[in-house]
């Protein structure tokens, strides 16, 4: 076996639980290297044992997918048959089909393709896996894995999610909040899985009134979605410490600041599953439009919050189909804080007396 082509084409969360699979497929000694999407690609990055990133846009794949490029999907066939690969294992999440991207393997070459397949493969596939019972074989990360196993690669001992150290050092701000500072991470890639600014903003006070310092999070198009949220908080705690890093942190940045964190609450979306590769406790507030056993954080200590009989259960919506969003809106703030002193044992660093830095996070500035 020569090198190898993983493929992940999804987002920066569900790269982030292939990472076991691809450290499975480098321990047969073969450079591994991810093709991912231009979302994934910086969770790509982070992976350890990946020896390359190639990126490519599926028009197959993601929340609002492109339209077929014919000239995109040409040269990405003609680069990977210049990079002469011998083996292709395509991971897909339960719901998604492999044979897209294994017909472009054929087409670069690649003598042997591997992945899950539920429909009939043709020739697309040397060898088609398929997922043990109950439907969708268990957790995301352990499905993936399977795959691996079954293209060649020995059964890892150790399926915990990780990501390349060291990491770069956390903002300023960060690095002066007492050590117990939890995360709270509002927004999500996928609407109905995320958080309204009022009840974040309800979590945040909840936190910080108990003398929790809480970084929020967020990507750049989260932006007003976290400066609500803090607003909220403020207005209901005015004296409590409440930082908004929203669009401030590229990926290895927030990995950073998720590290140092006391706990993370969050929705199910990629920073939980970043939280989880870095080791930090979750509080995860997760809607069952997809299913926890599937989708939780994974392998850390995780309290599953949200009710998980609502009646989006299983839709796959991305748009909450309820009004008023009540499978996560209905999480108690009390709740919330229950569960972070759950995780973190109740310890207390200097909330109450650390300063505040310039143009500082405290709600009273």
Do not use: K
């Not at 352990?142 to 293209?151: H, P, Y």
């Not at 927004?187 to 310092?213: D, F, I, K, N, Q």
């Not at 299913?291 to 994974?298: L, N, Q, S």
């Amino acid at each position: 076996m020569g090198r190898i082509l993983a493929v992940r084409l999804d987002s920066d969360g569900d790269v982030l639980l292939t990472g076991p699979a691809v450290r499975a497929l480098a321990r047969t000694g073969n450079p591994v290297d991810l093709l991912a999407s231009p979302a994934g690609a910086a969770a790509a990055r982070l992976l350890p044992d990946v020896a390359d990133v190639l990126e490519y846009s599926a028009p197959w794949s993601g929340f609002r997918p492109p339209p077929v490029d014919r000239e995109a999907t040409t040269e990405l066939v003609d680069g990977l048959a210049a990079r002469g690969y011998d083996l292709a294992v395509v991971f897909t999440s339960f719901h998604q089909s492999s044979l897209p991207m294994a017909l472009l393997a054929r087409l670069a070459g690649i003598d042997r393709v591997v992945a899950t397949s539920e429909d009939y493969p043709g020739s697309l596939l040397d060898v088609r896996h398929r997922r043990a019972d109950p439907p969708g074989g268990g957790h995301e990360v352990e499905a993936a894995v399977e795959v691996a196993v079954a293209a060649g690669a020995p059964r890892p001992a150790d399926l915990r999610l990780a990501v390349r150290r060291p990491l770069p050092p956390v903002p300023a701000e960060v690095a002066a909040l007492p050590p117990d500072y939890v995360v709270l991470h509002p927004g999500a890639s996928v609407p109905s899985r995320g958080l309204t600014a009022e009840h974040a903003g309800s979590l945040a006070a909840e936190l910080a009134a108990a003398g929790r310092a809480v970084v929020l999070t967020g990507g750049p198009g989260e932006c007003e979605l976290t400066a609500a949220t803090r607003a909220a908080a403020c207005a209901a705690t005015p004296r409590g410490t409440v930082l908004d890093l929203a669009g401030r942190t590229d990926l290895p940045g927030l990995a950073a600041v998720l590290d140092a964190a006391a706990c993370v609450v969050v929705g199910n979306t990629g920073p939980a599953h970043l939280a989880a590769a870095v080791g930090t406790p979750v509080v995860s507030l997760f809607s069952p439009v997809v299913p926890p056993e599937r989708w939780a954080p994974y392998g850390v200590p995780v309290v599953l919050l949200g009710d998980q009989g609502a009646d989006c259960r299983g839709s796959r919506a991305r748009d909450c189909p309820v009004p008023g969003h009540p499978c996560l809106s209905s999480v108690s703030p009390a709740t919330v804080l229950a569960a972070v002193e759950q995780l973190t044992g109740g310890a207390r660093g200097r909330a109450a007396t650390v300063p505040e830095p310039q143009g500082g996070p405290g709600c009273a500035s």
